[in-house]
Structures are given as structure tokens and as C-alpha cells.
């Protein structure tokens, strides 16, 4: 089991800059796949971020140049720094851990991140 507790999210001008992390429990995080989608009001579910074990990464278009994830596997964390924010950025972001090979997927609660002057 895994369990993920997201931090970091807040209210952001257009521009600004803001870090979210992910704290996950459970042991062998370094083998996981850790990412971030987020969730806008009335919209669907989108990836945001993924980064492997190995530590290649993968972006949305929408986010490329602007946010970076990355991961610290002596503490059990990934983080996704979002830079140059803007209000379409306004969502509930999630962090989402899978092991290759295994079908479980596991989410955490979700941090709000808005933009807005």
C-alpha cells in the first residue's frame, strides 16, 4: 500500500511561482512511477507531469517549459515547481504513484493551486 499526501498548493498571482509536493508512505518508492495530473472546475481529469524510477520525465503540452517535475528518493517525495503560472493553471492537483508492471494505481487528495490577481 501507498498512501499520498499533497502540500503546497495556494492562491497565486498570474506570472508567480509555487511549489507542490507529494509525500508518499510505503517502501519501495524509488520503483514507482510518480506524476501529477490535475482537475479543473467542469473539466476532466489531465496528466500534468510524470516522471520514471529512472528519472526520465514526461510533460503536457500545455505546461512544457513552465513546470518541472522531480523526484527525492531518500525522502520519499516528488515535487512539481510551476512557474509562470496562469489562471488556465487553476485546478486541483493530484500526485498519482504506479509500479510498472502492477496494475494498482494511487492517488492522493488533491491540492488546490489557483491563479488569479
Not at 519501495?28 to 520514471?52: C, D, H, N
Not at 489562471?87 to 508492471?101: H, I, K, L, S
Amino acid at each position: 500500500q501507498v498512501q499520498l499526501v499533497e502540500s503546497g498548493g495556494g492562491l497565486v498571482q498570474p506570472g508567480g511561482s509555487l511549489r507542490v509536493s507529494c509525500a508518499a508512505s510505503g517502501s519501495l518508492f524509488s520503483l514507482y512511477t510518480m506524476g501529477w495530473y490535475r482537475q479543473a472546475p467542469g473539466k476532466e481529469r489531465e496528466l500534468v507531469a510524470i516522471i520514471t524510477s529512472d528519472g526520465d520525465t514526461n510533460y503536457a503540452d500545455s505546461v512544457k517549459g513552465r513546470f518541472t517535475i522531480s523526484r527525492d528518493n531518500a525522502k520519499n517525495t516528488v515535487h512539481l515547481q510551476l512557474n509562470s503560472l496562469k489562471p488556465e493553471d487553476t485546478a486541483v492537483y493530484y500526485c498519482y504513484a504506479r509500479r510498472p508492471g502492477f496494475r494498482q494505481e494511487y492517488w492522493g487528495q488533491g491540492t488546490q493551486v489557483t491563479v488569479s490577481s
